[in-house]
């Protein structure tokens, strides 16, 4: 399975953020990947979105932090690991990876931190500051990124501030051990 995400605004270094900057991208990002759940062939997927209070003999992808419910589409559980290409287009010259508005694998950094569940260490953050509804991401932690790769171009449009960008993200899907229930998301 293959698809893209796009996020416009703000993403800072990591040493320059906060957990509510990651948390704002994370909720950003969120609703292209609730949309995803209702096409083929993760429409037909229902059993993994089971909350992790029913049964816990039941497989489910959800996870609890505070009084937030995660949905990661890639899970340990189900056996998926991903590959990423990420494009960052932003004011600086292409290549500009240090300086103003550089520094970009720490703002990769960042953004995998909001493409994943939060680790348990930040539960007391998501008791405070959780939604009702659950937060869809794409992975589960960014350990299942099996190959990443980054293109920097010039954003031709104004920006607000120095870290706002448009990054397209590129999604490849692939199983870490094939299963009937990852047949259908495989290419």
């Known amino acids: 399975m293959r698809f893209r995400l796009l996020f416009e605004g703000e993403i800072p270094p990591r040493q320059q953020t906060s957990l509510q900057v990651v948390r704002d991208i994370r909720l950003k990002l969120a609703p292209q990947l609730a949309a995803l ?99 869809y991401c794409l992975l589960q932690d960014d350990g299942l990124v099996t190959k990443l790769s980054v293109e920097t171009d010039r954003l031709l449009r104004p920006t607000v501030n120095r870290f706002d960008l448009v990054a397209m993200i590129q999604v490849v899907i692939r199983a870490s051990k094939v299963t009937y229930g990852t047949l259908a998301l495989l290419e």
């Open 37 to 135: 759940w209702r096409f083929s062939p993760l429409d037909q997927m229902w059993k993994w979105l089971k909350h992790p209070q029913e049964n816990p003999m039941d497989y489910r992808i959800l996870e609890q932090r505070g009084t937030s419910v995660f949905v990661p589409l890639i899970s340990k559980r189900n056996d998926l690991q991903c590959e990423l290409e990420i494009t960052f287009l932003r004011p600086q010259a292409p290549g500009q990876l240090i300086g103003d508005g550089g520094d970009i694998d720490n703002r990769v950094k960042t953004l995998l931190d909001a493409l994943s569940v939060p680790p348990p260490a930040q539960t007391e953050f998501f008791s405070r500051t959780g939604p009702s509804q659950p937060i």
